[in-house]
């Protein structure tokens, strides 16, 4: 989902090394993705040429956003599908109007309670984060100033159109988590209310460039998240949950890219300005929108989550260095050149050396690992009953 509806718990990554909160997995650097990594020697645009040296203010940077309305209609909109070409939560579901929908959902339960309640933590997670929906859309428009319901806007219809799809995953989930009888939907609910209520910590400081890379960033945490649940859930024998969790992920990725899109544009009209709202996120830390998830009895609840998905390798720190490394290289941060300001060089300095640093802090972290001290916690998620976390 969006903002993501990643599952980790706040990472910080810091000049003075600190550490992640969780361990590290080995893997392969993610793929080059196909559509244009450009090479910025330069600023090649009339609107990167005349951009002042010094720091851009909040209202700028929205201006920059608001001038790229046609861009937004040829790179933004043909990334989302048309509705009646979309999957809907009743494609991947018992029909409810068909004779046989009893013997469907019986058989939903049956392959259900073959899977560990472990799993079921990290599904109503990720379910939780996509429920809180309408924090997400606030914050994106937000982002861009448009809080017209009707705008014609390319900017507009896309907050729309990506709401609309976002919308499927938490039905999606809700409704499965309902049939499948193994979880205390009441408590899960309360879940979904208290983070609503609570809100989210975006630190962005109302810069619309740092809420961009915060989307980018939670939106291919939320791919890997769905996708891993897919993964899981189909070496755990249940088909239908797979597919089930892969055509989130799907989406996932399709909004990851588009919110890439906007941050490469941003790099190649104002890279001064781009970099240092990169090095600002990355410092500050990347928080998960699902941080103040609350049930009304745990209130280390989404650390417990997060333990939970990090052991099962739902989502780990591992992914998040991969993340880093990922955004460094696909904008191009080591190739900027002209155009940097003092500042803007030392975000670039900073910038190319952290995946590096990310990856020592990982390693070390896993040798920490290697003796764990086996911990369990509750779940009402689960009818409180005891869940293995990440020691």
């Given amino acids: 989902m969006v903002m993501?509806?990643?599952?980790?718990?706040?990472?910080?990554?810091?000049?003075?090394?600190?550490?992640?909160?969780?361990?590290?997995?080995?893997?392969?650097?993610?793929?080059?993705?196909?559509?244009?990594?450009?090479?910025?020697?330069?600023?090649?645009?009339?609107?990167?040429?005349?951009?002042?040296?010094?720091?851009?203010?909040?209202?700028?940077?929205?201006?920059?956003?608001?001038?790229?309305?046609?861009?937004?209609?040829?790179?933004?909109?043909?990334?989302?599908k048309p509705v009646d070409r979309s999957w809907q939560p009743h494609d991947l579901l018992p029909d409810s109007a068909s004779p046989g929908f009893r013997e469907e959902v019986d058989e939903l339960r049956a392959r259900s309670r073959e899977i560990p309640d472990d799993y079921y933590?990290?599904?109503?997670?990720?379910?939780?984060?996509?429920?809180?929906?309408?924090?997400?859309?606030?914050?994106?428009?937000?982002?861009?100033?448009?809080?017209?319901?009707?705008?014609?806007?390319?900017?507009?219809?896309?907050?729309?159109?990506?709401?609309?799809?976002?919308?499927?995953?938490?039905?999606?989930?809700?409704?499965?988590?309902?049939?499948?009888?193994?979880?205390?939907?009441?408590?899960?609910?309360?879940?979904?209310?208290?983070?609503?209520?609570?809100?989210?910590?975006?630190?962005?400081?109302?810069?619309?460039?740092?809420?961009?890379?915060?989307?980018?960033?939670?939106?291919?945490?939320?791919?890997?998240?769905?996708?891993?649940?897919?993964?899981?859930?189909?070496?755990?024998?249940?088909?239908?949950?797979?597919?089930?969790?892969?055509?989130?992920?799907?989406?996932?990725?399709?909004?990851?890219?588009?919110?890439?899109?906007?941050?490469?544009?941003?790099?190649?009209?104002?890279?001064?300005a781009a970099v240092r709202a990169l090095e600002y996120m990355m410092r500050e830390r990347i928080l998960m929108p699902a941080y103040y998830m609350f049930d009304g009895k745990d209130p280390e609840l989404f650390h417990h989550y997060a333990d939970v998905a990090q052991r099962l390798g739902v989502y780990t720190t591992a992914d998040y260095a991969d993340l880093v490394e990922f955004f460094v290289d696909r904008w191009g941060v080591a190739e900027l050149g002209p155009g940097l300001t003092g500042e803007g060089r030392q975000a670039q300095d900073y910038l190319c050396r952290l995946p590096e640093r990310v990856r020592k802090m990982a390693e070390l972290d896993a040798r920490r690992r290697q003796q764990p001290q086996p911990r369990q916690a509750p779940f009402s998620w689960v009818f409180d009953r005891q869940v293995e976390l990440q020691a």
């Fill in 4 to 80: 993501m509806s990643g599952l980790a718990a706040a990472y910080s990554v810091t000049t003075t090394g600190t550490a992640p909160l969780s361990g590290w997995k080995t893997r392969a650097p993610p793929p080059r993705v196909a559509f244009q990594r450009r090479r910025r020697t330069s600023m090649t645009t009339a609107t990167a040429t005349c951009m002042p040296r010094e720091a851009m203010t909040a209202p700028e940077k929205a201006d920059v956003l608001r001038s790229l309305g046609g861009w937004a209609e040829s790179n933004l909109l043909p990334l989302l």
């Fill in 121 to 272: 933590v990290c599904l109503v997670g990720n379910m939780v984060t996509e429920e809180a929906l309408p924090t997400y859309h606030a914050a994106l428009n937000s982002f861009v100033g448009y809080d017209s319901p009707s705008s014609a806007d390319a900017w507009a219809r896309w907050s729309r159109g990506w709401t609309a799809e976002e919308n499927r995953h938490g039905d999606l989930l809700n409704r499965y988590l309902y049939l499948c009888g193994r979880v205390d939907m009441r408590r899960v609910e309360q879940t979904i209310h208290h983070l609503i209520n609570a809100g989210m910590r975006l630190a962005v400081d109302k810069c619309p460039y740092r809420g961009f890379i915060y989307t980018a960033f939670q939106e291919r945490a939320t791919a890997i998240s769905h996708g891993n649940t897919a993964a899981r859930a189909k070496a755990l024998g249940d088909a239908s949950l797979a597919r089930i969790c892969g055509a989130i992920a799907g989406d996932e990725k399709r909004h990851e890219a588009a919110y890439t899109r906007v941050v490469d544009e941003l790099f190649a009209r104002t890279p001064d």
